[in-house]
């Protein structure tokens, strides 16, 4: 069964830290582009990050770069997404998904097809 699972999620207080991390089962992630995405209430889901397969290049949505840093261990079908000095606007489920491997970073979210079920983050004091 393709399968991924996101974890790490909790709450914690602005200014804090957290690691998501998107485990991959079914299926091996060598060739998958892979992105994390996040809805907050009322809001519509957008891409956060997206981390090549090819070659380990990345991209994030301006709101988050240089907090947010996206990795990926291959050989523990996994993708973690480092959040530091967190703030309350980036209160959201968080979700990873998959797309094959293609040679252009993208973080709109209908080029992905295998979606975890979220994780809730939760920035408050």
């Known amino acids: 069964q393709v399968q991924l699972v996101e974890s790490g999620g909790g709450l914690v207080q602005p200014g804090g830290s957290l690691r998501l991390s998107c485990a991959a089962s079914g299926f091996t992630l060598d060739y998958y582009d892979v992105g994390w995405f996040r809805q907050a209430p009322g809001k519509e889901r957008e891409g956060v990050s997206c981390?090549?397969?090819?070659?380990?290049?990345?991209v994030y949505i301006t709101s988050v770069r240089g907090r947010f840093t996206i990795s990926r261990d291959d050989a523990k079908n996994t993708v973690y997404l480092q959040m530091n000095s967190l703030n309350s606007e980036d209160t959201a489920i968080y979700f990873c998904?998959?797309?094959?491997?293609?040679?252009?970073?993208?973080?709109?979210?209908?080029?992905?097809?295998?979606w975890g079920q979220g994780t809730q983050v939760t920035v408050s004091s």
């Open positions: 998904a998959t797309r094959p491997q293609s040679d252009y970073l993208s973080l709109r979210d209908a080029e992905y097809d295998v």
């Open positions: 981390i090549s397969s090819r070659n380990y290049d990345t």
